[in-house]
């Protein structure tokens, strides 16, 4: 099954950036949104292999992560936190010492998304996308949003960013709460399972942050938008001054 979603999700991506009309796949124009988050996931997950490989096979690399992961979700598990509420509703085998092993990969995960995001922001910040002096096609990376339809774009764009921003804050929340619903009736997930752990934690930690970046680069773009729109009246009402 996991064989088959990644070669239907490799595939999907081959066809969407091959093609010369975008589809589904959103932000195609857009390098270090995309980057930062493939990377974001990827890392996420090898760090949790690896401090799941450590406990079988110590090793000082092993040690460290779990360390700095160890260090953040004891940090971080105060009440109401994502990272306590994840822990104690994932933990439900009850087996020894599953709380400290979720708890330590919520916290190892969390972290990289908190960098993830800083680090995206500073490349907004720096201009490194979008670039406000090159022209920025909505269709091509925002091809399921229908400017023509419901309103002012602008307003839309950042209603859609405003939107996305509380889903990512949200959804730390939000995830195990799902989970748990979703499994009522089948058998429980055990977070014992390295690979249910691993991509469990891996997800909860990818779509909030996510989403927030997604909010941030859709009011990045009405901004953008909005100077476009500003600098056309001042020309226009230049010229008409010229003119009289």
């Given at each position: 099954?996991?064989?088959?979603i990644?070669?239907?999700a490799?595939?999907?991506?081959?066809?969407?950036?091959?093609?010369?009309?975008?589809?589904?796949?959103?932000?195609r124009d857009?390098?270090p949104f995309n980057r930062?988050?493939?990377l974001?996931?990827?890392?996420?997950?090898?760090?949790?292999?690896?401090?799941?490989?450590g406990?079988?096979?110590p090793s000082?690399?092993?040690q460290?992560i779990h360390?700095?992961g160890?260090l953040?979700?004891y940090?971080m598990d105060?009440?109401?936190?994502?990272?306590?509420?994840?822990?104690?509703?994932?933990?439900?085998s009850?087996?020894?010492?599953?709380?400290?092993?979720?708890r330590?990969?919520?916290?190892?995960?969390?972290?990289?998304?908190?960098i993830?995001?800083?680090?995206f922001?500073?490349q907004l910040?720096?201009?490194a996308?979008?670039?406000?002096?090159?022209?920025?096609?909505v269709?091509?990376?925002?091809?399921t949003?229908?400017p023509?339809?419901?309103?002012?774009v602008?307003?839309?764009?950042?209603?859609?960013?405003?939107?996305?921003?509380?889903?990512?804050?949200?959804?730390?929340?939000?995830?195990?709460?799902?989970?748990?619903?979703?499994?009522?009736?089948?058998?429980?997930?055990?977070?014992?399972s390295p690979?249910t752990?691993?991509?469990?934690?891996?997800?909860?930690?990818?779509l909030?942050?996510?989403l927030?970046?997604?909010?941030?680069?859709m009011?990045?773009?009405?901004?953008?938008?909005?100077?476009?729109?500003?600098?056309?009246?001042l020309?226009?009402?230049?010229?008409?001054?010229?003119?009289?």
């Amino acid at each position: 099954m996991v064989t088959l979603i990644a070669l239907f999700a490799g595939l999907l991506t081959f066809v969407e950036y091959y093609s010369t009309y975008p589809g589904l796949v959103e932000f195609r124009d857009a390098k270090p949104f995309n980057r930062i988050r493939f990377l974001m996931l990827f890392i996420t997950v090898l760090f949790l292999s690896v401090i799941e490989t450590g406990r079988i096979e110590p090793s000082s690399t092993s040690q460290f992560i779990h360390s700095v992961g160890a260090l953040i979700g004891y940090s971080m598990d105060f009440p109401y936190s994502p990272v306590r509420l994840a822990a104690e509703l994932l933990a439900t085998s009850g087996a020894p010492g599953e709380y400290e092993v979720i708890r330590t990969a919520t916290g190892i995960a969390y972290l990289i998304s908190l960098i993830s995001m800083a680090i995206f922001t500073m490349q907004l910040k720096a201009g490194a996308w979008p670039h406000r002096s090159a022209a920025f096609n909505v269709w091509v990376n925002l091809p399921t949003f229908d400017p023509s339809s419901g309103g002012d774009v602008v307003d839309r764009l950042n209603r859609d960013a405003r939107i996305n921003i509380a889903l990512g804050f949200l959804l730390p929340f939000w995830n195990p709460r799902v989970l748990n619903f979703a499994s009522m009736g089948f058998q429980t997930l055990s977070m014992a399972s390295p690979q249910t752990l691993i991509w469990t934690v891996s997800i909860w930690s990818f779509l909030p942050a996510s989403l927030f970046m997604r909010g941030i680069t859709m009011h990045r773009v009405a901004d953008m938008i909005r100077e476009k729109r500003r600098a056309g009246a001042l020309a226009a009402a230049s010229t008409k001054f010229a003119t009289a």
